[in-house]
């Protein structure tokens, strides 16, 4: 596709499209139907269903017009007079027939009528579609519609459509038209969305179109999921598609202080889990206009008028208070809640310790102490510090539960539980545990490194006992918190070594490799021990500057893929990790990549994994070299 979308922030917020018919299966066609929906130019009915397969009306086609129009905010509930005759002001189309007439993007028939409910024609549809771009009659030379099919060809307009221009339009093509349109030039040079939404920029100098910035432009919120919220939104969220902390996900597992943001148009929830409890260090650069604080050692942006309220002189949580910060989509705090509107479940953290030290804090009159505190990664992917008594015996990779009851922090060390079992295909249960809708899941390389994963990242992995660390079942028997022991690896860096000098002579061990991360190279230098490497993809354990281990990965020939799975040369099938780095290889040297671009059939593709399957394995790195 010439006009491929930016989809790779997506694929860890916004992973699957809007439409849910059987029919919308084509990436592409979500894509197009996301964009659409995001900006309200086709919506699917109150299940989402898009109904690609039916004929477009003349009318639902006008409606498309306007609101893919500079008219699309200012066309009325109602037309003022009746459009056409049979058309009348209670029409439910005669705003946007009447809007359209205004414009000149549209005419009736030379008999006086406009036929709304008559399926309207390919070439009918791009004639209304080239006035959009700013094209008139007079731009065209010969009969109609010769000069106009000739421009929707040259334009582009054409891409995924396969009706003729005398064949009746379904919605599919009215979905493709309009896509097309939106990354088309205008009769002045201009892209057509960049003339929509002038302060947006969403369509690069490319052709290339923006979907997040669009999508994010779409999206309102955020709001905390409290008692009721459900009603304060403005449609049915029954049937709005759900995803929470960027995967797909349902209505059923969005819990109470999540913070929620939203699409109308796309009938779509985005809930985030993410949340911090501590003690208020500190407010910038003052209490009177708070722009940021610091709880638990880490600095959050104030997102909301909300949470700026909450921690300024007007709102209730000062210097020293114990909050619960809960975060937005971009990590900054949407919500600073008091002790007081803080649930019982806010007040538990679990994690892992990754450092133990001195931590400066503030008390309620703005004067500064040391205290002795631990930093953990927590089960929900954040970063936090809490002091612990000066006696205490805390150490790094210690598996840790903080309480803020009564107003005070308390840091309690884990003992290990142990636990077996395969997990689901579907993710949802372990052995015979069933996981919370909710579980967080901490995977933990030694104690240095975790990462907080989904359910998803370990279907059909088997756990022996020594892989969990630590869990804990709800009320109702599931697994809400699980603490595992390197089961993905998804911790640990991936590359390709492109040179490798061990010396191991004698007294004298040494080695000396650079590794390429993501188009990055770094020299790595080790005394005293060579890992045994050659050059090639590998996996780097530990920090790149001093890393615990370096391996290389295991080769498989692939003969193709298809989204995140990749079909080997004995037809078996590998998942590929989301983070997977992809190369292609030109005479001896790697050049960074991606799948869309190698996985069209140029190129020999290798892939590169660490471990199997069931062990939490997947590829990590692919070469692709031009056939």
């Not at 015979?432 to 990462?451: E, F, G, Q």
Request: aromatic content about 8%; hydrophobic content about 35%.
């Amino acid at each position: 596709m010439k006009k491929r979308i930016l989809s790779a922030f997506l694929a860890l917020v916004l992973t699957a499209g809007l439409c849910t018919s059987a029919l919308a299966a084509a990436p592409v066609q979500d894509e197009a139907a996301q964009v659409l929906a995001a900006l309200d130019i086709m919506s699917g009915d109150e299940n989402g269903d898009l109904h690609l397969e039916r004929t477009i009306t003349r009318a639902e086609f006008t409606r498309m017009v306007i609101s893919a129009s500079p008219y699309r905010d200012s066309a009325g509930s109602a037309a003022s007079v009746a459009p056409y005759p049979d058309v009348p002001r209670t029409h439910w189309a005669a705003a946007y027939v009447q809007a359209a007439v205004s414009a000149g993007y549209v005419s009736g028939y030379l008999d006086g009528t406009f036929r709304p409910d008559n399926p309207i024609t390919l070439a009918e549809g791009v004639t209304m579609v080239l006035t959009l771009l700013g094209y008139e009659k007079s731009d065209f030379t010969g009969a109609w519609p010769a000069g106009q099919m000739a421009a929707y060809h040259s334009l582009g307009l054409d891409e995924g459509i396969t009706t003729g221009q005398d064949s009746a339009m379904t919605r599919q093509d009215a979905l493709y038209l309009f896509y097309n349109l939106l990354t088309a030039r205008t009769k002045t040079g201009s892209f057509y969305l960049n003339t929509l939404e002038p302060t947006l920029n969403l369509v690069d100098a490319s052709g290339t179109l923006d979907r997040v910035a669009l999508v994010n432009s779409a999206m309102d919120g955020p709001m905390v999921a409290e008692s009721g919220w459900q009603s304060r939104l403005p449609f049915d969220v029954n049937t709005a598609t759900v995803y929470r902390d960027g995967r797909a996900s349902t209505l059923s597992a969005v819990q109470l202080q999540d913070v929620v943001y939203w699409s109308e148009p796309m009938r779509t929830l985005w809930a985030y889990s993410k949340k911090v409890t501590g003690t208020l260090e500190s407010v910038s650069p003052n209490v009177s206009a708070p722009t940021s604080i610091t709880v638990a050692g880490q600095t959050y942006a104030l997102e909301t008028q909300d949470a700026i309220y909450a921690c300024s002189d007007l709102g209730t949580c000062r210097t020293g208070d114990l909050v619960t910060v809960l975060l937005g989509r971009s990590g900054g705090a949407a919500a600073v809640l008091g002790s007081d509107t803080s649930t019982a479940d806010s007040n538990l953290v679990y994690g892992m310790v990754t450092q133990v030290g001195n931590h400066t804090y503030t008390d309620e009159k703005g004067n500064s102490y040391t205290e002795k505190a631990v930093t953990l990664i927590t089960t929900t992917g954040a970063t936090a510090t809490y002091p612990v008594q000066s006696n205490s015996s805390f150490q790094e990779g210690d598996l840790v539960r903080v309480t803020t009851e009564g107003g005070s922090v308390q840091v309690k060390r884990l003992s290990n539980t142990s636990l077996e079992g395969t997990v689901s295909a579907d993710g949802k249960r372990l052995g015979s545990h069933t996981l919370a809708d909710n579980v967080a899941i901490l995977d933990t390389y030694d104690d240095s490194a975790a990462i907080r994963i989904y359910p998803s990242r370990l279907a059909g992995v088997k756990l022996s006992g020594s892989m969990v660390r630590y869990y804990s079942t709800n009320e109702q028997g599931e697994i809400d918190q699980l603490i595992l022991k390197e089961v993905t690896g998804d911790m640990h860096t991936y590359g390709v070594l492109t040179d490798v000098n061990e010396v191991n002579v004698g007294m004298t061990t040494m080695g000396s490799y650079t590794v390429d991360v993501n188009g990055t190279e770094t020299p790595i230098v080790v005394n005293n021990t060579v890992y045994g490497v050659k050059m090639g993809p590998c996996v780097v354990k530990g920090s790149l500057q001093a890393p615990d281990r370096i391996s290389n990965l295991t080769e498989v020939k692939l003969d193709g893929v298809s989204g995140t799975t990749a079909l080997t040369s004995s037809s078996q099938k590998f998942p590929i990790w989301e983070h997977a780095a992809v190369y292609e290889v030109r005479n001896g040297s790697y050049y960074l990549s991606s799948l869309d671009r190698v996985t069209g059939g140029d190129y020999t593709l290798t892939g590169y994994y660490d471990k199997a399957q069931n062990q939490g394995g997947c590829i990590r790195v692919l070469l692709a070299r031009a056939q």
